[in-house]
Structures are given as C-alpha cells and as structure tokens.
C-alpha cells in the first residue's frame, strides 16, 4: 500500500522541486544556450514571415512576447477551473507535455522555413509557462510558511543542477560528435532539442506521482465551493476579485507593483542574453556556451546565498540588495559595452565578469519572488487564482520587456540601448519595494 503524502513530508517536498529538474532544461538548453546559438547559425539575419521582413532576433524576441501573451490570456480561465475542480495536476501535466513535445519538433527546423523554428518555440515557451502557473500554486499546499523560502531554493537549485548536466552531454554531442558515432553538423544540435523533450516529460513523472499521492488524501478535507458562475470565465472574474481584494492588502500591492517591473527587465536579459552575445558582442559559441554554464553554476549558489539573506534580513530587504545590484550590471554593461571594451578580449572577459554577477541575483532573485509572494497571500484555498494573478502579471511584463527590447533594437540597430530601459525597469521595481517594507514597518 502506497503511503499518503501529507504538507511537509519530505518525499513530497523533494518530489515537488523535481519538476524544477525536469522543466529547467528548456531555460538553459532552448532559451539560454543551444537553441539561440543554433538558430542565429541557421537563419537569416533578416526573416520574411507573417506579412512582413523582421530582423531575426527581433522575430525571436516577438515570438515570445505572443507566447506570454497567450499565456497570461488563458491562464485565468484554466485556473478556475483547476481551482473548481481541484485539479491543477492535470493542467500542469497537459502544459508539461505541450512543452516537452515541442522542444522534440524543433528538431525539425534547419534555417529553410523559418514557420518549423518559431511555433515550436512558442509553443514550447506556452508549456513551459502554463505548467508553471499550477506547479508554483503547490508550493503554500506542500510546505508550511517557514519552509517555504527554502522550498523554492531547492527547486530552483535543482533545476540548474539537471539542467546543466544535459547541457553538458548536448555540448559533448555538438562539439564531439563522433564520440557519439554521429558526424558534425546541424544534427547533433537538433537532437539535442530531442533529449530536452525527452528529459522533461522524463523526470516530470516523478512531480506528478507525489503530488496526484498528496492531493487524494488533501482533497478530502477541502470544502467544495458552491458553482456561483461559469467555470470556463470564471477565471476573470477571480483575478477581478483578486484585484479588489489588492485594494486592501496594500503588502501584497506594493510588491506586485515591484514585481511587475523589474520583471520586465530580468527575465527580458535572461531570455535575449546569448542573442546579445552573438549579435551585439560577435563572441564565439565556445565563448557563449562557457558564459551560460558560469551563469548555471553561479546561480545554484545565489539561490541559497538569497535565501540565508532572507532569513537574516527578511525577505524584502534581500530582494531589494538584488535589484540593486541588477541596476549595476545593467548600467555597467552599458558603459563598458559601449565605451570600454574596444576589443574582442576586453568584450569577452567582461562579459564573463558580467554573467558571474548575473548568475549571483537570477536565482536569488526569482526564487524569493516566488516564496515572498506565497508568504504574503491571504489565508485562502484558492492558490491557483492568486499564483493565476501572479503569472498573468509576471508574462504581461515580459510581453513588455520583450516587445520592449525588439522595438528598441529595430528603431536603433543596437541591443545596447535596451540596458538603459531596463534599467529603468529595476529602479521602478526597487521603489515598490521601499514601499512594501514601509507597509510591513506600519503593520508591524
């Protein structure tokens, strides 16, 4: 007989954080390291597609600006009826398997049809995004409030952990492809886009196991809400009454506020960075590839760097020492990247220096976003509304930030240009969050 998960059970907890395991492939394999890389190799610098002549990583930007955009569209209306029907499982897995199937497609694009890139990378971003919303809604049923900081490190922590151990196997296979009896070339980069498929529906068994185990026995001690409106729009109607509820929960408001904007710019700079590197800094793959393991690495000790802050500090003042260091690096960058670095080698170690410093924040950053949103919920059962909520505002910013970064870069000719918008981004965040500490001071 199998044994019943319960809240805090280990077995839980660690089954939970693998789908950071499984999932984190995507975010360092397609958008961080080998696909960008391959699709700047393949594709033209400038792309005829939908009516009209983009410049390919304009097209790459915009692409996953209409993916956040559907996202942050339909994710309302899935997370009420998840929340009705108490089924957030079978959403995350269906967003899983959206995701993990489209990565394996992108085995099929080599520069000819630029149509067998783009839609599966949207969709891919779409399943990756969508499985997040119910993934992260777990987090406040599966662990106890004090847990929780640590909860979302560990997942975090796994996910650069695995991920970068199939990056690894993908760079064997790119750069010595005959240890693995195949010849050089484009395959070995498209399969690569295979093992990611494979992987992430892979090791996302184990997520699904647990948690289809905790809610058997948790969903016996929910109280089924009264069907008071229909279920397919009433996802809108949740985030309106989360939105009135913000009215009173100014905590909550204030970091939202934050969160929206410096949302913008991280995740824009961690979607666009290798693009950067390739179009704007002209560094080789060899160059590239090495700067998004130091990232990968670096990040694993930020998380829990972040998260022993945290505990020291609280959670708002840690964020607050991560934004302001993201203000630095990207003001920083723009000086030495526009008037400093004059040659290839200059270019090449400050960008290291550059993706050191990055990977420090990222993961600290996004961990104790996802944590200290958990700890400022209301007491409520409806979690999937409020991460719904959460979501919606974290894709419309990079909807933002995205389409943001392709305009400037258009009208401009130059990615450079776009660090001074983000950086924009990061104060205004960082103003949200003097204001939720002023809140907690005035409760306290």
Same mark, same amino acid.
Request: include cysteine; hydrophobic fraction near 50%.
């Given at each position: ?49 939908? /009516? ?142 295979? *093992? ?23 969903? *016996? ?37 934050? !969160? ?98 990055? /990977? ?28 719904? !909520? ?22 401009? /000719? ?16 960082? !103003? ?13």
């Amino acid at each position: 007989m199998i044994k019943q998960l319960q809240r805090g059970d280990k077995k839980l907890i660690r089954s939970w954080a693998m789908y950071d395991w499984a999932n984190s492939v995507y975010s360092l394999v397609i958008t961080s390291a080998v696909f960008p890389i391959y699709y700047d190799s393949v594709t033209p610098m400038e792309v005829h597609a939908f /009516g009209r002549v983009y410049m390919r990583s304009a097209l790459y930007s915009y692409s996953l600006s209409f993916a956040f955009l559907v996202i942050a569209f339909i994710s309302p209306m899935l997370s009420s009826i998840a929340d009705y029907k108490r089924n957030k499982l079978f959403f995350m897995q269906w967003f899983c398997y959206i995701g993990a199937i489209s990565c394996a497609a992108l085995y099929f694009y080599d520069g000819s049809n630029i149509y067998f890139g783009i839609i599966p990378f949207s969709l891919a971003a779409i399943g990756f995004c969508g499985s997040l919303v119910f993934y992260n809604a777990f987090l406040p049923e599966i662990a106890v409030e004090k847990e929780q900081d640590r909860v979302s490190a560990l997942g975090f922590s796994l996910g650069y952990i695995g991920s970068v151990l199939l990056l690894i196997v993908n760079l064997l296979m790119i750069m010595k492809p005959t240890l693995f009896g195949l010849e050089e070339g484009a395959l070995p980069a498209q399969i690569s886009f295979l *093992t990611v498929g494979i992987w992430w529906a892979l090791f996302a068994q184990i997520t699904f196991s647990a948690l289809r185990n905790f809610q058997k026995g948790y969903n *016996t001690h929910l109280i089924k809400r009264e069907k008071t409106y229909n279920s397919i729009w009433g996802g809108y109607n949740e985030l309106k009454k989360v939105w009135h509820q913000l009215q009173e929960l100014k905590r909550l408001r204030y970091f939202l506020f934050s !969160f929206f904007f410096y949302s913008m710019a991280l995740q824009t700079v961690m979607y666009i960075a290798t693009l950067f590197g390739t179009d704007e800094l002209h560094l080789e793959t060899t160059q590239l590839i090495l700067t998004v393991l130091i990232i990968q690495l670096v990040a694993i000790a930020g998380a829990y760097l972040f998260s022993g802050l945290s505990k020291r500090y609280g959670n708002i003042h840690a964020l607050r020492i991560a934004i302001i260091i993201w203000v630095g690096i990207c003001l920083l960058s723009f000086v030495a990247f526009k008037y400093l670095a004059t040659d290839e080698s200059t270019k090449s170690n400050f960008f290291y220096l550059v993706a050191f410093c990055v /990977g420090m924040v990222m993961g600290g950053t996004q961990s104790l976003s996802r944590s200290t949103y958990s700890k400022l919920l209301p007491e409520t059962e409806d979690h999937a509304s409020f991460f719904s !909520f959460y979501d919606v505002s974290e894709k419309l910013a990079i909807v933002i930030g995205t389409i943001t970064y392709g305009l400037i870069y258009e009208i401009t /000719g130059s990615m450079l240009n776009s660090l001074l918008a983000f950086s924009v981004f990061f104060l205004i965040g960082l !103003f949200g969050l003097f204001r939720v500490k002023k809140e907690m001071k005035t409760h306290s």
